[in-house]
C-alpha cells in the first residue's frame, strides 16, 4: 500500500490513511501477520494526526479512531492468547476513549459521544470475559491497569466508570 508522504498530510489525511489501514486488516483470508502490521500502521497514522490536529474536534476524532483500532489489536492479541499484549491495548483503548471524550465534549454531538461511550462499555464487557482465561498474576494486571485508569476518569464517564468497578470487584472476589 503506497502511503503519502508524512510530512505533507494533514490530520484528517492522515487519518483517513489510518482509516484505509484498518478497513485492510479486516480482509478476510488474510494473514495474521498481515493483520497485525496494517493495525500497527493504522495506530502510527492516528498518532500523526494527533500531532497534526489543528483544533480539539481533529484531535478527538484521531483519538476515537485510535481507541478502534487499539480494540481490534486487543482482539488480535486476545485470540493469539498474547495476553501481555492483549492487556496493553485494552488499556490503550480505553486511554484513546477518555482522551477522545475530554477533547470531544465541547466540539462534538451528543450522538459522537454516545458512540465512544457504547465502545467503552463493549470494552468492558470484553474485559470482563477476557478475564476467565486469565490466570492470577495476568488478572493481578488488568486489575492494577483497571484501578489506574479508573483513578483517571474524570466526573463526566460515570457510564462506563461503574463496569470498571465491576471488573475490580470480580478480580477481589475471584481469589
Known amino acids: 500500500m503506497n502511503m503519502p508522504d508524512h510530512k ?18 479486516k480482509l478476510d ?45 486487543s482482539e488480535f492479541y486476545s485470540e493469539k492468547q498474547e495476553v501481555n499484549k492483549c492487556l496493553f491495548y485494552m488499556k490503550e483503548c480505553f486511554e484513546s476513549g477518555n482522551n477522545a471524550i475530554d ?38 494486571k488488568l486489575l492494577e491497569s483497571c484501578c489506574f485508569f479508573v483513578l483517571k476518569i474524570k466526573k463526566c464517564r460515570y457510564l462506563y466508570c461503574n463496569n470498571l468497578l465491576l471488573i475490580i470487584f470480580i478480580f477481589l472476589c475471584w481469589q
Request: hydrophobic content about 40%.
Open 103 to 140: 477533547l470531544g465534549l465541547n466540539s462534538m454531538d451528543k450522538s459522537w459521544l454516545d458512540d465512544i461511550s457504547q465502545r467503552l462499555s463493549n470494552l468492558v464487557t470484553r474485559s470482563i470475559n477476557f478475564t476467565k482465561m486469565l490466570n492470577g498474576k495476568d488478572r493481578y
Open 8 to 25: 505533507m498530510l494533514s490530520s484528517v489525511e492522515a487519518r483517513k490513511e489510518g482509516n484505509k489501514l484498518l478497513l485492510n486488516s
Open 29 to 73: 483470508g488474510l494473514a495474521p501477520v498481515l493483520k497485525e502490521s496494517r493495525l500497527q500502521k493504522a495506530i502510527n497514522m492516528y498518532f500523526k494526526a494527533i500531532n497534526l490536529a489543528q483544533s480539539n474536534k481533529e484531535k478527538a476524532s484521531a483519538f476515537k479512531n485510535m481507541m478502534t483500532c487499539s480494540f481490534y489489536l
